[in-house]
DNA sequence: TTGTAAGCGTTATCAC
DNA sequence: GTGATAACGCTTACAA
């Protein structure tokens, strides 16, 4: 058996009262009894049961994470940055992927934790009645990343995709002199998705580019199938002297590698860019122009929302928007312009 | 407040104890007491609470998963795999990463979670005396990820690296015709790299070949010193018809870069093949040869471990090896061997 | 089959 | 400044 908090109180010679205080606000125990207690603490390795304690405090200093899934560079950002200012913050990060298909019961229960999260922040990427509903239901401080529940109190952090969307559509368009641009998004029911896809179909109607019915496609954000996409259609995009704008840079990479199988060189040949700002669009060859998203920042974003709402339950819901940000490569060939 | 067992008592008119065993041991009650009991804690929505319930039982259905670094797409990975089967198997996975440069403190915290995991996953990569020490004083059950402590007894899991590597060496030598293979690894101190490391010695030793001093280099994992040792190598690589083994994908993907950057053509001029096949080995162009690493397989197996010792304390040690596999593809120009 | 009551290890509220 | 003692919500003998 571990060592217990009376353990302690019969070595150093005092009430259970005493060592709870000295484990708690030390500074209201008297000097003398305090450092023997304190050495009893130390030879005996007592640590306090989080049980017993979450018992009495109502509290664990365990936070939620709730991604979509697990797979690839953009999460693993995401949990890194939140780990990190958990830690400082000092508590404890619990993990779940919400699996597709969700039953509801499976993301109830990886929101809440079993009950012993202390809060939650859960990124929803798909726009759908059920998750409001189990979300709505939530007993415990949550805050959503990366979308908005309407009718909730809550906190949120977002991305101004919208901004950084335009701004490369805008670059594609003045900079890059793109008369055509295909769209290759997630799926359609996919937040992120729906948001590029607005601010691409705004800047074009804005630059009275027309966008035709074979110019939107829905993928599902994974390499491979992009690569396929991209295996039968980069040769008619090239004829067609359109730009490919990717809502991921994992779909990007496909298109762009398809395009080089096909022996079509990119950028001089198909323009391609994508969109987070991952590791990979810098070991792409050529480097990928792309949209920046403060993946990490969104993870500690989240963790400090959740931390201050602990702390304070009672202010107002806040909502903290992350500016993105274009970063200019080279697979949008803009750089002829500097070159020439 | 949440609503407790005793409001679900008073709600179906029995006893806390009833309810309480209706949760546990469904059987043992009356069946309509039990249909009783059951609507209320449906009506109510009554979960228990995890502390209460962990006080007694001394269990929290929560895993620990340590990790060195949250960067990558094999800590990914690793994450998904355990996360997947964690939940199979009933417990929530926390996670960690047991920061560099650790103060001890740092990973025993990580390590036992505050008291509240059931049991830890740890993934040590550094070999060094000071973790040895701190996990052998690590009172819940843990098994170690990729690695051993000797004279502690504990489960783990490893990946038999050295058959992977060796196989890759040989496929060099044998299918490749290389006569000079660059080694580059990880730090010196990282265990993985040890082991592939030592599968290249042995394997160069028995096929007569010499390793020079300029033949081995010790890197961090990263793509981008990977990337700047081949802008400044691949020349004199190219020159002495050496073959480059990289100890993961990024590096070598990096090195890879670098040789196209420096208008080197892989694999016909310079052979690159890398470690652990994450997505990044079927993003490269070429595509690359490297060696399987059931990444994912290794979270799995750890929690089922863990799982599995929690269930059956006194069960000997247990060490799961799991494969690692050599895939061919195009980087280290072995298709030409088909294509002639 | 069900209820009563004794813990589990803390913290908080009182006396002293 | 310190020590009893009552919670906290649950499980589990033991009694009925």
Redesign the pocket.
Known sequence: ??????D??KKA?????????V???RN???V???KRVESAIRELG????V???G????KSCVLGLVLPNLHGEFYTEVIRGADFRARELGYQLMISSAVKNDDGNTLLSAVSGHGLVDGVAVMVSEVNAHTHDILANVSIPFVVLDGHLDGVKHDSVVIDQRYGAESMVCHLVDNCHAKRIVFVGGLDTNFDTRERLAAYRDVMGKAKLKIGPEDIYYLDYQYEPAYKLGLKRVEQWVQDDACVFAANDEMAAGIIDAAIERGISVPSELRVVGFDDTRIAQMTRPRMTTVHVPMSSMGASAVELLCRRLDEPKRPATRLTLQSELIVRVSCGAVDRFGS
Chains 1, 2 share one sequence.
Not at 1 to 6: F, P, Q, T, Y
Not at 55 to 58: E, G, N, P, R, V
């Open positions: 058996m571990a060592v217990s908090i009376e302690v109180a010679n005092v009430s259970i009262s005493t060592v709870s205080r484990m708690n606000r209201i125990v008297n003398d009894t305090r007592y640590r306090p049961n049980f017993a304690r018992l009495m405090l109502q």
